[in-house]
């Protein structure tokens, strides 16, 4: 799962034109544990969810949809 959200995050960031390092400041954590978390390495509480979900201006489920999306 947090695979998953991992890959929604990394879409989400290209299609905003964001850096990892902008999502990281944005959300009050480094970079590092941001790439962490997009390579599945970190778990990911629903309280990060959220702020990351924000931070991208998106619902959280849509995270996981983007991973749908790019298997289809």
């Known amino acids: 799962m ?11 960031r ?7 390092t902008e999502l990281a400041r944005r ?3 480094t970079r590092s544990y ?3 978390l997009e390579n599945g390495e970190r778990p ?3 309280e ?8 991208l201006d998106c ?3 849509f995270l ?6 790019a298997a289809a």
């Open 2 to 12: 947090s695979d998953d959200i991992g890959h929604g995050i990394v879409v989400r």
């Open 64 to 69: 996981l949809r983007q991973l749908e999306s």
């Open 27 to 29: 959300i009050g954590v």
């Open 14 to 20: 290209a299609v905003l034109r964001m850096t990892q």
């Open 44 to 46: 990911l509480t629903d």
């Open 48 to 55: 990060l969810r959220q702020k990351i979900a924000a931070a």
């Open 59 to 61: 619902k959280p489920e």
């Open 34 to 36: 941001i790439s962490m």
